[in-house]
């Protein structure tokens, strides 16, 4: 009996080493992908929230709104 808990042990030891490995190889390039994009992200916000900013191409415009009631 006291060589199935080792068998056990050492199994789920293994299990979890080769599931972090995995994870590690596939999540590693996820979060470095979400960095980059969070970088560009927050560079685009404070250049368009600057006060003497100009308007840029890729900045979204917004629609006309009528002041007349109706």
Do not use: C
Not at 39 to 57: G, I, K, M, N, V
């Amino acid at each position: 009996m006291q060589d199935f808990f080792v068998a056990l042990f050492i199994g789920l030891i293994l299990g979890w080493l080769i599931e972090w490995l995995i994870d590690w190889r596939v999540w590693r390039r996820e979060f470095a992908a979400l960095r980059q994009e969070n970088a560009e992200l927050r560079r685009q916000l404070s250049a368009l929230t600057a006060p003497d900013a100009p308007p840029t191409a890729d900045a979204p415009h917004a629609a006309p709104t009528s002041t007349k009631g109706g």
